[in-house]
């Protein structure tokens, strides 16, 4: 699009360069003719055509202007636009890594989230495993304590029984050996006493038996035997109730020891028994200890494996935590990054709002600068107005030898307003399509040429007539024509002056919208429709400004 524009900008510039020169052309056989014609009319005429050339030449000059200006700032525009959609793409793309990152963010936040509750859970669970080896560690204790004490009691009693069996069996023993050993004295010397009176009687019983063989043998009287076989058998009486109250004697001692030995039986039952007890009681102590201990082995290694398993959770804690915190730091990162973009955005935004409110403010002053050119041009217009006035005074004579040239001037009016209108459509059709306008603009300016070039001959031929005709009262009012046309040479110059100036405050304007470009750049969409708005609003109103004033120019002339 800008290179066709720039083609046909020059083209148009192009044409309307040559216009003038074709239009001098055709005027110098006119002028040829109106020397030919009296001084009056020569000099009338003179006026009249340097008058419409001048007209011609500055909307010529005003349409090739406008036109190169136009195309020029539709450039400028459709690069605002490249560059503020390239700006769009780069925000949007910007928009979507900082949606991105902020989802990353929410599912950091979430995955965190369920890290906390895990660890959380792992937490209470190893709260409830510490409170369980706790409590199983004091209930160990205590096991083992009562079992120390069971043991400690059970070999204490152990201990104090043996030792009272053993006292028991010595006491018993010893009091047995004693009375025994006292009871088998007393019945040895019972025994030796009976046997020595026994011995001693059976001695004595001999020798009386002996000395009664030997009285016998001796004296052989039967009187003294008797009595001495009575005393002998007297004597054998006690001697056999000496033998029983021995052998009684003898069967109390062995009824006596049978008794002591039964005692003994006894106690060495008893003994026995208490040794089994013993046995029994060393034996259950032995299961128990045995089953205690297994407890006891059970329990530690239930121990050994909730340590391991508390020490395997508090290293799963431990990496979570590493991880946890790495987490954090990348997060930390992630949101120092969006906040560091949030703040060069911010600060970018800043910058374009100072932008647009500088490019408010330039517009602020080409709006005072397009009012104090409309209050100039209101002010000409009043000049030209008493002008006129004094010209419409001047022609009041001349009123009914130009009503030709009226009519021709109402013809020019007719076709002007049709220039108008065209250009006006030329302006839509610019908006909708920059191709399409300048073709149509081209035509435009082909047409009022050409209408341009025809009304002068008409005009001319009219005022040729005319002039042959009031060739002595236009005498009268040359001086008042040239006055009009002085002061109408003035006004040109004035509004050549001015056009200048807004030639120059727009080209400063575009120079602040070319420093202002890498600001906008960087502008959202709501700012850069505004910006193109507000451009494209000064450019309407500068065009309608220049063409104002060329249809301005060309209605007074």
């Not at 963010?105 to 706790?134: D, I, P």
């Not at 001693?200 to 043998?217: M, T, Y």
């Not at 992630?334 to 100072?354: C, H, I, Q, Y």
């Amino acid at each position: 699009m800008p290179p066709k524009n720039k083609n046909k900008s020059a083209n148009s510039n192009d044409k309307p360069a040559g216009n003038p020169q074709d239009d001098a052309s055709k005027k110098i056989p006119k002028l040829s003719k109106a020397e030919t014609s009296p001084n009056s009319r020569s000099s009338s005429g003179k006026l009249t055509k340097l008058l419409s050339a001048l007209s011609y030449l500055v909307l010529v000059s005003g349409a090739a202007f406008a036109s190169f200006y136009l195309q020029r700032v539709l450039t400028e525009v459709h690069q605002i636009r490249a560059e503020g959609e390239e700006a769009l793409q780069k925000n949007s793309k910007v928009l979507q890594k900082v949606e991105n990152a902020l989802q990353q963010v929410n599912t950091m936040q979430l995955s965190l989230e369920g890290l906390e509750a895990a660890v959380g859970r792992t937490q209470a669970e190893l709260e409830s495993t510490n409170r369980a080896l706790t409590k199983g560690e004091t209930e160990t204790r205590r096991v083992e304590e009562v079992l120390q004490k069971l043991q400690n009691e059970i070999l204490r009693d152990l201990s104090e029984g043996i030792r009272e069996v053993k006292q028991a069996r010595e006491h018993d023993f010893s009091s047995l050996e004693k009375t025994l050993e006292v009871r088998l004295a007393e019945l040895s010397r019972s025994i030796a006493d009976s046997v020595a009176e026994f011995t001693g009687a059976q001695e004595e019983a001999q020798a009386q038996l002996s000395k009664l063989k030997i009285q016998l043998k001796e004296h052989n009287e039967p009187g003294n035997l008797k009595d001495e076989l009575l005393s002998i058998t007297t004597a054998v009486a006690g001697l056999h109730t000496a033998n029983e109250v021995a052998e009684g004697n003898i069967g109390v001692l062995r009824e006596q020891i049978v008794s002591v030995s039964s005692e003994l039986q006894t106690r060495n039952k008893e003994m026995a028994s208490l040794s089994e007890e013993i046995e029994s009681v060393r034996s259950l102590v032995q299961t128990t200890a045995g089953s205690l201990k297994q407890d006891v082995s059970a329990s530690q290694a239930i121990v050994q494996a909730m340590s391991d398993r508390i020490q395997s959770v508090v290293d799963e804690q431990l990496h979570t935590s590493q991880a946890l915190q790495s987490l954090q730091t990348v997060l930390r990162g992630e949101l120092s990054k969006t906040e560091t973009r949030a703040d060069d955005l911010e600060t970018k935004l800043k910058v374009t709002e100072e932008s647009i409110e500088a490019l408010a403010n330039s517009a602020t002053e080409q709006a005072s600068r397009v009012e104090a050119f409309l209050s100039k041009y209101d002010s000409h217009e009043s000049s030209l107005a008493s002008q006129s006035q004094v010209a419409e005074k001047a022609r009041q004579a001349l009123k009914e030898e130009l009503g030709g040239l009226r009519s021709s001037l109402g013809e020019l009016q007719a076709s002007i307003e049709a220039l108008a209108d065209t250009n006006t459509k030329l302006e839509a059709e610019e908006r909708m399509d920059d191709d399409v306008e300048a073709e149509s603009l081209e035509e435009a300016i082909i047409q009022t040429e050409e209408l341009q070039n025809e009304e002068p001959e008409n005009v001319g031929q009219k005022e040729d007539e005319a002039a042959e005709e009031v060739a002595l009262e236009e005498a009268a009012a040359e001086e008042a024509v040239e006055e009009v046309a002085a002061e109408e040479a003035v006004e040109e110059e004035v509004i050549r002056e001015e056009v200048a100036e807004e030639e120059e405050a727009i080209e400063e304007v575009v120079e602040e919208e070319e420093a202002n470009e890498e600001v906008v750049e960087e502008d959202s969409v709501t700012e850069e429709t505004v910006e193109d708005n507000s451009v494209t609003d000064e450019l309407d109103q500068e065009k309608t400004g220049v063409e104002e004033v060329s249809l301005e120019d060309e209605d007074r002339q």
